[in-house]
């Protein structure tokens, strides 16, 4: 074989970053359904517990990442991006024709199946830029799931200011929009989602950006729920709704701040050499490789006894801080496993549950939202999705933030969030279930941020238990335990007992607290039973975090000293 010759890479991974925002927002279509359901029951003339198997197919489609998850090993983002493309376009194509009635009576099968060739978009467009990103910047984790994670959350509440101040509260215009915008927003952006240097964690400018970032994330979402709320409240015309449109869409660019300022103003050489991913695909021939090789000018895979198309960042940590490197072996905890080899893990199956007893029941009340507020008297939910949104936005950004600083301070396991997360969800579904006058907002927002720490927490924790290699399987299996949860707790639960309300009042709409009463005492219970999983979690992984984080142990491969 002939020996391979690595060539330095330059290019630096903060376009990419900036791309991925965008592509994250789109990647958070799924979150449309309650604006357009109410619209497709009545139109479909669908019961409720119709409706919500239609909401777990919308589950399904977002969360089967699989197929993206082994395709990011083996093609270029572009490609997977693709897929995401010509999904989008053939399955909200099809729910289009139907609520438009330009095709009428379309079968309930097609509909179904279309939702979730619809949704699975976002699946494709997530799995693309996250896995990249993270291993763009695979010192910063944490940072950079709440971040993309983050702009999902936040999508929500930009589709709903499309949705009321653009589209007239069109259901038939909302899913136009997303047939063809969406698709080509995101090939407009596939050019610039791709592997490149790995950033430095020793250049101080990479923190300073981090935080431009998050501050931009932050405040985008504070402006989309305050305009939001203000047109619902106030009377606001076209013109002026158009305005503040553009200028949503003006700070969604501001990522784009630190490419432009490091092409005009360069401090210093980016980075230190190592070889990009671009070229070393260049060199084999290969799609994409599986993971960044971290090298330095004065180390190399062979000095640390190990082959550079095997070495990963945590591999290269560990045979750091150990001075030695074993022989092949069963990979431990912390290290670069097959999905094969996670699957049968405790710990693997322990975040898991945890994550499906979270987010499914956060899902449920997501794909409820629109029946629960009308049920609790709130006629229009476009500022409770919003609400939803914004919150859930901030408990992905938040959790990330947070749960890096403790990770690179107290070798603090990222999952003793997911239970502070989930005991704070047992007191939202009891504040839900008792429908005191004036809680519906705040338990809405309560939910919705805990509901986003699932997500933000869940996906490092998996890189880091796991490694980075099979990073895109791990995650998107695990993140299966969203549909499922939404077919038990929401078709299943929710659905039922909805109907069989209504039917008590005598029509096929329910009012009043009892319509969900008993599917959110039964949610606490589920998410008593996750924090308890959490605990045991957290408990065993402790050694992990402590050998990988704790001082003196962790150093940064990609320093020059090494």
């Given at each position: 074989?002939?020996?391979?010759?690595?060539?330095?890479?330059?290019?630096?991974?903060?376009?990419?970053?900036?791309?991925?925002?965008?592509?994250?927002?789109?990647?958070?279509?799924?979150?449309?359904?309650?604006?357009?359901?109410?619209?497709?029951?009545?139109?479909?003339?669908?019961?409720?517990?119709?409706?919500?198997?239609?909401?777990?197919?919308?589950?399904?489609?977002?969360?089967?990442?699989?197929?993206?998850?082994?395709?990011?090993?083996?093609?270029?983002?572009?490609?997977?991006?693709?897929?995401?493309?010509?999904?989008?376009?053939?399955?909200?194509?099809?729910?289009?024709?139907?609520?438009?009635?330009?095709?009428?009576?379309?079968?309930?099968?097609?509909?179904?199946?279309?939702?979730?060739?619809?949704?699975?978009?976002?699946?494709?467009?997530?799995?693309?830029?996250?896995?990249?990103?993270?291993?763009?910047?695979?010192?910063?984790?944490?940072?950079?799931?709440?971040?993309?994670?983050?702009?999902?959350?936040?999508?929500?509440?930009?589709?709903?200011?499309?949705?009321?101040?653009?589209?007239?509260?069109?259901?038939?215009?909302?899913?136009?929009?997303?047939?063809?915008?969406?698709?080509?927003?995101?090939?407009?952006?596939?050019?610039?989602?791709?592997?490149?240097?790995?950033?430095?964690?020793?250049?101080?400018?990479?923190?300073?950006?981090?935080?431009?970032?998050?501050?931009?994330?932050?405040?985008?979402?504070?402006?989309?729920?305050?305009?939001?709320?203000?047109?619902?409240?106030?009377?606001?015309?076209?013109?002026?709704?158009?305005?503040?449109?553009?200028?949503?869409?003006?700070?969604?660019?501001?990522?784009?701040?630190?490419?432009?300022?490091?092409?005009?103003?360069?401090?210093?050489?980016?980075?230190?050499?190592?070889?990009?991913?671009?070229?070393?695909?260049?060199?084999?021939?290969?799609?994409?490789?599986?993971?960044?090789?971290?090298?330095?000018?004065?180390?190399?895979?062979?000095?640390?006894?190990?082959?550079?198309?095997?070495?990963?960042?945590?591999?290269?940590?560990?045979?750091?801080?150990?001075?030695?490197?074993?022989?092949?072996?069963?990979?431990?905890?912390?290290?670069?496993?097959?999905?094969?080899?996670?699957?049968?893990?405790?710990?693997?199956?322990?975040?898991?549950?945890?994550?499906?007893?979270?987010?499914?029941?956060?899902?449920?009340v997501l794909n409820n939202l629109a029946q629960i507020g009308a049920a609790l008297g709130v006629d229009d939910t476009t500022v409770l999705l919003c609400v939803f949104s914004f919150f859930n936005f901030l408990g992905r950004l938040g959790s990330g933030v947070v749960s890096e600083y403790f990770v690179r301070s107290k070798a603090l396991p990222r999952t003793i969030w997911?239970?502070?997360?989930?005991?704070?969800?047992?007191?939202?579904?009891?504040?839900?279930?008792?429908?005191?006058?004036?809680?519906?907002?705040?338990?809405?927002?309560?939910?919705?941020?805990?509901?986003?720490?699932?997500?933000?927490?869940?996906i490092p924790t998996a890189s880091e238990l796991f490694g980075l290699k099979h990073f895109g399987i791990i995650f998107n299996f695990i993140q299966l335990g969203n549909p499922i949860g939404a077919f038990l707790f929401s078709g299943l639960l929710a659905g039922d007992v909805y109907d069989a309300e209504a039917a008590l009042q005598g029509g096929s709409t329910c009012l009043?607290?009892?319509?969900?009463?008993?599917?959110?005492?039964?949610?606490?219970?589920?998410?008593?039973?996750?924090?308890?999983?959490?605990?045991?979690?957290?408990?065993?992984?402790?050694?992990?975090?402590?050998?990988?984080?704790?001082?003196?142990?962790?150093?940064?491969?990609?320093?020059?000293?090494?």
């Amino acid at each position: 074989m002939p020996k391979r010759v690595l060539k330095a890479g330059s290019r630096p991974p903060w376009v990419g970053l900036a791309a991925a925002v965008w592509v994250q927002t789109a990647a958070g279509n799924s979150y449309n359904f309650p604006l357009y359901s109410p619209t497709l029951k009545s139109v479909m003339g669908y019961t409720q517990q119709q409706l919500t198997i239609l909401g777990v197919a919308n589950d399904i489609g977002e969360n089967l990442g699989i197929p993206p998850g082994i395709a990011c090993n083996k093609f270029p983002p572009w490609a997977v991006l693709s897929v995401g493309v010509v999904s989008c376009v053939l399955g909200y194509g099809v729910l289009w024709l139907a609520v438009s009635q330009t095709v009428q009576n379309l079968p309930y099968w097609l509909l179904w199946l279309a939702l979730c060739v619809a949704t699975n978009s976002s699946a494709w467009y997530g799995t693309a830029v996250l896995v990249t990103n993270m291993r763009n910047f695979p010192l910063s984790r944490g940072t950079v799931a709440g971040i993309l994670k983050g702009y999902i959350g936040i999508s929500a509440a930009v589709y709903t200011a499309i949705y009321s101040m653009v589209l007239g509260e069109s259901a038939s215009k909302l899913l136009l929009f997303l047939t063809l915008g969406l698709p080509i927003l995101c090939l407009a952006m596939m050019y610039f989602i791709r592997p490149c240097t790995p950033a430095s964690g020793e250049d101080s400018s990479v923190h300073v950006h981090f935080i431009f970032t998050q501050a931009a994330s932050i405040l985008l979402a504070v402006y989309v729920l305050t305009v939001t709320v203000l047109y619902d409240l106030a009377s606001i015309s076209k013109v002026v709704g158009y305005v503040l449109i553009a200028i949503m869409v003006i700070l969604m660019t501001s990522p784009l701040a630190i490419p432009v300022k490091m092409t005009f103003f360069p401090t210093k050489k980016f980075g230190p050499q190592v070889p990009s991913s671009d070229s070393l695909a260049q060199e084999e021939g290969e799609s994409t490789p599986s993971d960044p090789l971290l090298l330095t000018p004065s180390s190399s895979a062979a000095n640390l006894g190990m082959e550079s198309e095997d070495a990963s960042d945590v591999e290269y940590l560990l045979a750091m801080g150990e001075g030695a490197v074993k022989k092949k072996r069963r990979p431990r905890r912390g290290e670069d496993f097959k999905f094969h080899e996670a699957f049968i893990k405790a710990d693997f199956w322990l975040l898991w549950f945890v994550y499906f007893f979270g987010v499914g029941s956060g899902v449920t009340v997501l794909n409820n939202l629109a029946q629960i507020g009308a049920a609790l008297g709130v006629d229009d939910t476009t500022v409770l999705l919003c609400v939803f949104s914004f919150f859930n936005f901030l408990g992905r950004l938040g959790s990330g933030v947070v749960s890096e600083y403790f990770v690179r301070s107290k070798a603090l396991p990222r999952t003793i969030w997911m239970t502070f997360a989930q005991i704070i969800m047992i007191a939202t579904f009891l504040l839900y279930a008792s429908a005191l006058n004036g809680t519906l907002y705040a338990a809405t927002a309560l939910l919705g941020m805990c509901y986003g720490v699932q997500f933000s927490i869940m996906i490092p924790t998996a890189s880091e238990l796991f490694g980075l290699k099979h990073f895109g399987i791990i995650f998107n299996f695990i993140q299966l335990g969203n549909p499922i949860g939404a077919f038990l707790f929401s078709g299943l639960l929710a659905g039922d007992v909805y109907d069989a309300e209504a039917a008590l009042q005598g029509g096929s709409t329910c009012l009043g607290p009892t319509c969900f009463r008993l599917t959110f005492l039964v949610l606490a219970g589920l998410c008593g039973l996750g924090t308890l999983l959490s605990i045991v979690l957290y408990v065993r992984i402790r050694p992990v975090y402590q050998s990988l984080y704790s001082e003196g142990s962790f150093r940064n491969p990609l320093s020059s000293d090494q």
